[in-house]
């Protein structure tokens, strides 16, 4: 079984709560993204849309481990944080933290700013924080007369 084979199978199936997730399920999933090869990052990219919402959230979250140029790996966290799904889209949000904001500034379009900071309002902190944080980052990084 492929990296790739034994990831998708087992995201999803991890454990979603909280503390198993954080205990023992993301590092088994950081284990697995970890040994992806670019044939395996490469079907990753065509195949988390169809894939359980758990499924797409925890790859959300291990994506910055994958063995990946960031330049592969923004996009793919762009499109999540486009998703319908507050939780997906909040998810990618916080992981697209994780890279140089002149890197993912020009793949935010200011709906998606205005959806962010929507999604902020309505959140408890630190999840607000966390959302805020990203956006002025992006802010400072963006082309000039662009807002977020």
């Avoid at 454990?15 to 993204?33: L, R």
Wanted: proline share 9%; net charge negative.
């Amino acid at each position: 079984m492929t990296a790739w084979q034994q990831l998708d199978d087992s995201l999803g199936r991890l454990p979603t709560d909280s503390d198993s997730w954080s205990d023992h399920g993301v590092e088994q999933a950081i284990s697995m993204v970890q040994g992806l090869t670019p044939a395996g990052f490469t079907a990753l990219q065509s195949a988390w849309r169809h894939r359980p919402l758990a499924w797409q959230v925890q790859c959300a979250q291990i994506l910055p481990w994958a063995p990946a140029p960031p330049q592969e790996i923004v996009p793919v966290l762009l499109e999540m944080a486009r998703s319908p799904d507050e939780g997906l889209t909040f998810t990618a949000a916080d992981t697209l933290r994780e890279y140089d904001p002149a890197l993912v500034a020009p793949g935010v379009t200011p709906d998606m700013g205005h959806r962010l900071r929507d999604i902020a309002r309505r959140r408890p902190s630190p999840a607000a924080m966390i959302l805020q944080r990203l956006l002025d980052d992006l802010a400072k990084n963006a082309d000039a007369g662009r807002r977020f």
